[in-house]
């Protein structure tokens, strides 16, 4: 990816919270590190193992190993280790998964920092970017990842970033609208602020051809997706087609609630409360829309997915994801946030012209595949090629003030320090 | 890009995992039912492979039906198991197998049962045999067999002030119209003999039926115990047939297909009637005390 056209073969090792369960973090950075795989040396690090095996394919190429055994009945379980129940200092306090760490992993996460041995080293939440900032020996380029958005953060966390995040390479974020948020309100000289979205792999299964007359949505059964809305959206589109129907897959809290809205609204034999499923490929091959109708989505992978899948979405323009994936009567529709009567439209303008829906789930098959994990792995390694030849100009730097001063010691900070000067000039 | 530094002791690093993965297989249905099975991450040492379906229960290995695997590009393997391939109405585990060595459970791949959505039951005489491939709960691959004949395809239920209404398609009956001609819909309290449950009449028009079912009928004979009432078709001629639906890609219905209950006056006090599909897809109404 240089400029000389061949990608310089780069080690690189991503630092994840938890690489064996099975959130939308670990799906993506497994997508990625595989891609990466291919061209590079990538590792990945989970800071805790709670299984034996990760749930998600991890290829052959990609190594995985974890810094504290959390597996009751394993022969090197750290549970009982006294630092673990002992409350972190370095993690901080505001991260939203701050109860699971300890001095423990402060010092496992410490001592993996200073030894990586590493081109690129990226963290994938907050808290592990705050290690990163702080602890990551010098040499290797820095990469924070923000896969949820600034704007959901509290004001005691945006604080911890800021104060670290400055010692960061590069933030990266999921969508450009948060790429935004970040250069407008945190203060980040010399670093790197990039949107470099998500990654779905093509199904491996033939695309939805829109003729079933079944409209689909999958997600965790919470409050921000706003299922409720889609239900009662779809009491109107039952209204004029009892002839559709309406899958939702997923699992949650919520769950009681839209069982009772759904047997209020009479809707028992058109909205089908459906569990969840792995994979949900073949559930999104099944319908012929898909709906999205949440009130916050970081990024929108159920989107890319459906898409992927061939089906064209109706989604709420809501922050920050959709704007950025769907184009309005193009692969879709987006449709005013909160409302019921939009949703209801959205979805009937497509139920009721079949040429137009089967046009744009083509259009949305073809303009997905810009989220494949080659595509979006390549722009990674676009960015990480190019912050390590600026690392190696900062290393050359370091090199000439070490022999115009003498000590190395004394200079690496020094030479640091100026590097951050010239960065903001 | 490496670093020159002597660098800080590591810390004793955990072993690198090594992911042993289960032979797995995509299955895709046809829209007639048949499925075919493409093996992969499997490459048989030995010759005989195929593909095993055991039933589930304490009889088992006896009726293993085992269907020949050929290669098929990208190093995979393909089981085909037509419609017209017996399969006893039950719960088969799937495994690959091979000569000389211990048979291995299959994990589920991609499930392609577009096909199956929405089918239309085959029309003409004969048993209908539908196949459902799921996951089960431990994440293997197994398949849920019906063989009905005839068959009874439960549809819309519709959950009224005073009754419920099931909507109904007969299949696999020769002459479907003459047989529902003076058929009753009963709701035969589970165990009991045919006849000794509440009755009602279905409307007819061609192979589709609709039929109310009274509560004030239903709660009959309740004597405050809860009560499970299956639901028949009694034609006037010839066996009941049970109420089902199986016609589409759900293996499990209970958890998803679910009705509003309705709470009704009874001569034991207030009861709660509910229809519901049992775990092997029947439609039965379940009659229990209020609150």
Redesign the interface.
């Known amino acids: 990816m240089g400029s000389s056209g061949v990608p ?1 073969r ?2 690189i090792s991503f630092l994840i919270h938890n690489a064996y369960g099975i959130g939308g973090t670990i799906r993506t950075t497994y997508n990625t590190a595989r891609t990466l795989a291919e061209h590079h040396d990538v590792e990945i690090v989970s800071v805790f ?1 709670h299984r034996d ?2 749930v998600f ?2 290829g052959p190429k990609v ?5 504290v ?1 959390i597996r009751k009945g394993s022969p ?1 379980y750290e549970g009982e280790d006294p630092d673990y129940s002992r409350p972190a200092r370095v993690f901080p306090r505001a991260e939203g998964r701050y109860e699971q760490y300890s001095l423990l992993t402060d010092r ?1 996460i410490a ?2 920092l ?4 590493a ?1 690129v080293v990226v963290g994938t939440r907050p808290g592990i970017n705050v290690h990163l900032a702080r602890e990551a ?4 380029v820095r990469v924070g990842q923000e896969h949820l958005t600034l704007s959901t953060h509290s004001g005691r966390l945006k604080l911890a970033l800021r104060a670290a995040y400055p010692r960061l390479d590069a933030v990266t974020t999921v969508t450009e609208a948060d790429a935004e948020s970040y250069r407008r309100e945190m203060r980040l000289p010399g670093v790197r602020v990039e949107a470099v979205p998500n990654s779905v792999p093509k ?4 695309p ?1 051809d829109g003729t ?3 409209v689909v949505a999958a997600g965790r059964l919470a409050p921000v997706k706003r299922y409720d809305l889609l239900i009662k959206a779809f009491q109107r589109v039952v209204a004029e087609r009892p002839d559709w129907r309406l899958r939702i897959y997923g699992a949650g809290g919520q769950h009681a609630k839209l ?1 009772a809205l759904i ?1 209020r609204l009479g809707l ?2 058109h909205v ?4 969840p499923a792995n ?1 949900l ?2 559930e999104w ?2 319908g012929s829309i898909a709906a999205v109708t949440s009130s916050l989505e970081s990024f929108g992978m159920t989107i890319v997915e459906a898409q992927r899948c061939g089906l064209p979405v109706v989604a709420t323009d809501c922050p920050h994801g959709p704007a950025e994936i769907i184009e309005d009567g193009v692969d879709g529709r987006l449709v005013k946030s909160g409302d019921v009567g939009a949703i209801a439209r959205g979805l009937l303008d497509l139920i009721n012209d079949d040429e137009l829906r089967q046009r744009m789930g083509r259009q949305a098959l073809e303009r997905s595949a810009r989220f494949d994990p080659a595509n979006v792995a390549g722009r990674y390694e676009a960015l990480f090629a190019d912050l ?1 030849r600026r ?2 100009l900062r290393g050359a730097l370091h090199r000439t003030r070490g022999t115009l001063l003498g000590g190395v010691l004394a200079t690496k900070d020094v030479g640091r320090s100026l590097m951050r000067k010239t960065e903001t000039a | 890009m490496t670093a020159t530094a002597v660098q800080p002791a590591a810390p004793e690093e955990s072993p690198t995992v090594t992911v042993t993965v289960p032979p797995r297989a995509h299955c895709v249905a046809d829209p007639a039912g048949t499925l075919t099975f493409d093996v992969f991450d499997w490459r048989p040492a030995g010759a005989g492979a195929g593909l095993l379906l055991t039933p589930r229960g304490p009889e088992g290995a006896a009726d293993t039906l085992r269907l020949p695997l050929a290669p098929i590009a990208g190093e995979r393997l393909r089981a085909v198991l037509t419609v017209e391939t017996p399969l006893p109405e039950g719960r088969w585990d799937v495994y690959v197998a091979e000569d000389g060595a211990q048979p291995r459970r299959l994990s589920p791949g991609n499930h392609d049962l577009r096909a199956l959505v929405d089918r239309e039951p085959p029309s003409g005489a004969g048993p209908l045999a539908v196949r459902i491939p799921y996951a089960t709960k431990y994440g293997n691959l197994s398949v849920r067999s019906w063989v009905r004949a005839p068959h009874v395809e439960a549809g819309d239920i519709r959950v009224g002030a005073e009754e419920l209404t099931v909507h109904g398609r007969l299949a696999g009956a020769e002459h479907p119209a003459d047989l529902l001609a003076g058929a009753v819909l009963e709701a035969r309290p589970r165990g009991a003999e045919p006849g000794t449950g509440p009755t009602a009449k279905p409307t007819t028009e061609g192979a589709a039926f609709s039929c109310a079912l009274r509560y004030a009928d239903l709660v009959r004979d309740w004597a405050g115990e809860r009560l499970l009432l299956d639901l028949w078709l009694r034609p006037a001629d010839g066996a009941p047939v049970r109420l089902a639906r199986i016609l589409d890609d759900v293996p499990d219905k209970k958890e998803i297909f679910v009705y509003p209950a309705r709470e009704v006056a009874a001569p034991h006090g207030a009861a709660r009637v509910v229809a519901y599909y049992t775990v092997d897809n029947d439609l039965s109404v379940r009659v229990e005390r209020a609150g």
Do not use: F, I, S
């Open positions: 310089q780069m080690h193992r095996t990760p394919e991890l190594r995985l190993r974890h810094l055994d090197t496992r001592e993996h200073r030894g990586v041995e081109d020996r010098r040499g290797p199904p491996e299964l033939e939805a079933g007359k079944w069982r047997d028992y034999n089908y409360l459906m569990g994979p490929e073949p091959a099944k390590a690392g190696g």
